[in-house]
């Protein structure tokens, strides 16, 4: 079996190269061929390669090739056509991402995805909130991490019109429902829903483009700060305290749980940051009323793997997600008690 996965591998990084080879000159107009081809371990949904392209000046120029599984199976989300489009725009707003080089289309061969530039830096959440190389970086992150929050929810969502939408009783409701589907019963978790519903805010009388998973672990940070926003595919049009309030759950701290945004920052330095470029006062309760949604929503996503652990995917990283709903239910516990 393991020979039989290597193989396909290898057929599959042929392929692959073939057709990035194929495409070349419409990424770069210099280029002469490509190296250097390998996939990257991250990426949960998506296929990660990165490449270098030749050119004549011998200075080769790498690339990130963003693409569905197989080139074809679809997953959850906006779509790798849909995310590129959030990715240019997000770039005019002043929004830091990697630069979307092409989209691919069905002549190229390769599937559905896109390739982007490679930004160097540093996306592993343990590391981004100890590494030595990164401690003047976490003295700003939370802050410009709220600029660029305010930025990103500038960007007009009427330019996406088949982007979801979702009120936050609806957003409570499909957790509730992936909570339903489990076979374990968790009292905290019923607390939690209760506690939402009794507690939630207001409709947003303007909806504005929401991120749907800015958190550490999604950022690209170097030693200078924020470089790139990363994973755009559950993009949404909903209320934008959702974002700020998701950074700020405590399984995205990597233990560092005195530092609620990310494990690196304080809420101040976050709401500070966004209010500097919105100009608008936030309402800490509803940031809070978020943080509580977003843990119930990680937790419930955690339950529902111990039942794929049991059925077709039983995966060291499904038994790790797993075990993690317990540390869900003491968040929930500490933050309804705040």
């Not at 194929?22 to 990660?48: C, F, K, M, P």
């Not at 509803?286 to 843990?295: D, I, K, L, Q, R």
Request: hydrophobic share 40%.
């Amino acid at each position: 079996m393991a020979r039989a996965r290597m193989t396909l591998t290898r057929s599959t990084g042929a392929s692959i190269e073939g057709g990035l080879r194929a495409i070349a000159g419409r990424i770069d107009a210099s280029a002469t061929g490509i190296s250097g081809l390998q996939r990257l371990s991250g990426g949960a949904t998506q296929e990660i390669w990165c490449f270098d392209i030749e050119t004549p000046a011998r200075d080769d120029k790498r690339y990130i090739l963003r693409r569905a599984p197989g080139g074809t199976r679809i997953t959850d989300g906006t779509g790798l056509e849909l995310e590129a489009e959030l990715m240019a725009a997000a770039a005019k707003a002043g929004v830091p991402v990697a630069e979307v080089m092409h989209v691919l289309s069905p002549e190229d061969g390769l599937g559905h995805g896109f390739i982007m530039r490679f930004v160097e830096g540093e996306t592993l959440g343990g590391r981004i909130v100890k590494s030595d190389h990164l401690r003047a970086a976490r003295q700003t992150l939370a802050f410009e991490c709220g600029e660029t929050l305010a930025r990103l929810h500038r960007i007009p969502a009427g330019d996406f019109p088949t982007l979801a939408r979702a009120t936050p009783a609806e957003l409570v409701e499909r957790t509730r429902i992936v909570y339903a589907r489990t076979t374990i019963r968790r009292p905290v978790f019923d607390l939690a829903f209760r506690w939402l519903t009794d507690n939630a805010p207001p409709v947003p009388a303007e909806p504005k483009l929401v991120h749907g998973d800015f958190r550490n672990g999604n950022l690209m940070i170097g030693p200078d700060g924020l470089r790139a926003v990363l994973d755009w595919e559950l993009a949404h049009v909903g209320d934008p305290m959702e974002d700020l309030g998701w950074i700020c759950v405590n399984s995205w701290r990597f233990g560092r749980i005195d530092l609620p945004v990310g494990g690196f920052g304080t809420l101040d330095d976050l709401l500070a940051g966004y209010e500097l470029i919105s100009g608008s006062r936030l309402d800490r309760s509803a940031v809070h009323w978020w943080e509580v949604y977003g843990t119930i929503r990680w937790g419930a996503i955690c339950a529902a793997s111990v039942e794929a652990f049991r059925g077709e995917d039983a995966t060291m990283e499904r038994a790790m997600i797993a075990r993690r709903t317990s540390e869900t239910e003491i968040d929930l516990l500490r933050l309804i008690a705040s």
